[in-house]
């Protein structure tokens, strides 16, 4: 069985001054969202997007998910927690943040940078859809530093079971790293290759809808299972039940551009 290797969360510290490993992979999300959404904005000009726009879209995003993402822990999660520690709402930096949250406060930030630029909410989701992932595969490298999110109890047979020790010295899936792979890596090469040539509008967007909440449907299976609001276990887990209407909205949204795929292919 392969143990965890327990990283230090600090990558770099210089005397007071510390930079954290959680920190760094948000850095390279937002990097890897610079890089792509200005190369994507130069390619498919029928986005109505420049490469300055990019930049614009990276600040408001930047603020829905951290401001979203946060939230979303608080009250999604760990209610009881924070309302019995509320000065650790601030302590983002400890990690703790949840996508669904983050995901509902970039589609706010999207719609007011939208409106204040004239551009419909679903030209703008359309745009920046294939350009989350990779930021979602380091955020869930960054939960694998950190130690947090491990898996289910796993049999000792499975080649890449996981002991972590800070837990207990049962064999578990790495689930961070699935969901690194999947929800990452995997999202990201189908909806680059989905986007790479004009679709109808709100496609690019539900495919987006339905493989994440595909993909994070099933990995919540290999994830140790949430306790709840106030300590109540689910079944089906949190992830999961916010999941579920991501890929009820995501398939509505496909289904709805079927005529409209017709007169883009003419």
Same mark, same amino acid.
């Given at each position: ?40 904005? !130069? @390619?498919? &000009? ?14 408001? /995003?930047? %603020? +829905? *998910? ?16 924070? !309302? @019995?520690? &509320? ?14 949250? /983050?995901? %509902? +406060? *970039? ?160």
């Amino acid at each position: 069985m392969l143990i965890h290797p327990q990283f230090d969360p600090v990558a770099v510290s210089i005397g007071p001054l510390a930079v954290r490993w959680y920190g760094l992979m948000y850095l390279a999300g937002f990097l890897a969202f610079l890089w792509l959404g200005k190369r994507r904005a !130069l @390619s498919q &000009p029928w986005h109505g997007m420049s490469p300055m726009d990019v930049d614009d879209l990276l600040f408001y /995003g930047v %603020l +829905g *998910v951290i401001l979203g993402g946060r939230l979303g822990q608080v009250i999604f999660y760990e209610p009881g927690y924070y !309302l @019995s520690h &509320p000065a650790d709402i601030l302590a983002i930096w400890k990690g703790g943040m949840s996508f669904h949250g /983050g995901f %509902l +406060g *970039v589609l706010v930030a999207m719609a007011v940078w939208g409106r204040k630029q004239g551009k419909t909410f679903f030209q703008v989701t359309d745009f920046i859809a294939p350009l989350v992932p990779l930021g979602l595969m380091a955020g869930r490298i960054g939960n694998f530093i950190n130690g947090e999110l491990w898996g289910r109890v796993a049999s000792p047979d499975l080649p890449w079971a996981m002991v972590f020790p800070y837990v207990d010295m049962q064999p578990r899936h790495p689930s961070p790293l699935y969901q690194a792979a999947g929800e990452g890596l995997l999202l990201f090469v189908l909806l680059w290759w989905f986007s790479s040539r004009q679709r109808p509008a709100r496609a690019v967007s539900g495919m987006f809808l339905v493989g994440y909440g595909t993909l994070r449907f099933l990995a919540e299976f290999f994830r140790e299972p949430d306790h709840g609001v106030f300590g109540v276990s689910y079944v089906v887990s949190m992830g999961q039940w916010l999941s579920l209407p991501m890929i009820v909205v995501g398939a509505w949204l496909l289904w709805s551009t079927r005529k409209s795929a017709l007169v883009v292919r003419r």
